[in-house]
């Protein structure tokens, strides 16, 4: 069984969906909170949190994630800005049940590490964040690191709680999943998760024939395409 896990994208204090992360793009939902508490009335147990505000150094929304947490989730996994082990520490402390990185793993090896050690691999997952050409891209998606390969070969040396594997090129846009996923997804220890471009229950379905244990959708819940869909 696959799960589906809605998100939560957090600009400016507001609960938003943006179309391939391009900031004033897509919708503004509204009160960050109470779409988090409609999330969890449409019988959701897992939420994925982004704050969008501390990953571009706008500050930090460490106190909605306090308030995201008294909901009732049986798992909240938040990432956005966690490039410290303090920062990953704040999170955890706010009611996070583990800390999503991307940059870091990327660009500062050492800072990695320490956070794994610190807090626990079985609190960090790694957000494999790529386009169709086969790279991953960090720095709000502009700056081409390396192939997706060569990243998940790096991540097979640490025993963390998984990876998050986001498709850039259709996230935020309904527009499909990326297919060739399934060359990625075998090479992952631990929880699969996977985000972008969810639009139908035959992705959930795809998606679920691969290999993944949980399903990340933004706008296809918003839109009330797959709104109240739990697991495939």
Same mark, same amino acid.
């Given at each position: 069984?696959?799960?589906?896990?809605?998100?939560?994208?957090?600009?400016?204090?507001?609960?938003?969906?943006?179309?391939?992360?391009?900031?004033?793009?897509?919708?503004? @939902?509204?009160?960050?909170?109470?779409?988090?508490?409609?999330?969890?009335?449409? *019988?959701?147990?897992?939420?994925?949190?982004?704050?969008?505000?501390?990953?571009?150094?706008?500050?930090?929304?460490?106190?909605?994630?306090?308030?995201?947490? /008294?909901?009732?989730?049986?798992?909240?996994?938040?990432?956005?800005?966690?490039?410290?082990?303090?920062?990953?520490?704040?999170?955890?402390?706010?009611?996070?049940?583990?800390?999503?990185?991307?940059?870091?793993?990327?660009?500062?090896? /050492?800072?990695?590490?320490?956070?794994?050690?610190?807090?626990?691999?079985?609190?960090?997952?790694?957000?494999?964040?790529?386009?169709?050409?086969?790279?991953?891209?960090?720095?709000?998606?502009?700056?081409?690191?390396?192939?997706?390969?060569?990243?998940?070969?790096?991540?097979? /040396?640490?025993?963390?709680?998984?990876?998050?594997?986001?498709?850039?090129?259709?996230?935020?846009?309904?527009?499909?999943?990326?297919?060739?996923?399934?060359?990625?997804? /075998?090479? @992952?220890?631990?929880?699969?998760?996977?985000?972008? *471009?969810?639009?139908?229950?035959?992705?959930?379905?795809?998606?679920?024939?691969?290999?993944?244990?949980?399903?990340?959708? *933004?706008?296809?819940?918003?839109?009330?395409?797959?709104? *109240?869909?739990?697991?495939?």
């Amino acid at each position: 069984m696959t799960k589906v896990m809605p998100s939560i994208d957090i600009s400016s204090g507001k609960a938003v969906k943006r179309v391939k992360g391009v900031k004033g793009s897509g919708i503004v @939902v509204g009160n960050v909170v109470k779409v988090a508490e409609e999330i969890y009335n449409e *019988g959701y147990d897992s939420i994925h949190i982004v704050d969008l505000d501390a990953a571009e150094g706008m500050g930090s929304n460490i106190d909605v994630v306090k308030d995201i947490a /008294k909901i009732g989730f049986e798992w909240i996994q938040v990432g956005g800005g966690v490039r410290s082990v303090d920062r990953a520490k704040d999170i955890l402390s706010a009611g996070a049940s583990a800390v999503v990185v991307s940059t870091i793993f990327f660009e500062n090896r /050492k800072v990695f590490e320490d956070l794994v050690e610190s807090i626990g691999g079985e609190k960090v997952l790694v957000s494999i964040d790529y386009r169709s050409d086969g790279y991953v891209y960090t720095r709000g998606w502009r700056k081409r690191i390396c192939t997706v390969y060569r990243a998940l070969e790096d991540l097979q /040396k640490y025993s963390i709680r998984g990876a998050v594997f986001t498709f850039i090129d259709t996230e935020g846009t309904l527009g499909g999943v990326d297919r060739g996923v399934v060359e990625y997804v /075998k090479m @992952v220890n631990g929880l699969k998760e996977y985000a972008g *471009g969810v639009s139908s229950y035959e992705d959930l379905v795809f998606l679920r024939d691969v290999g993944f244990d949980y399903v990340i959708i *933004g706008m296809a819940f918003y839109s009330g395409i797959l709104k *109240g869909v739990k697991y495939v």
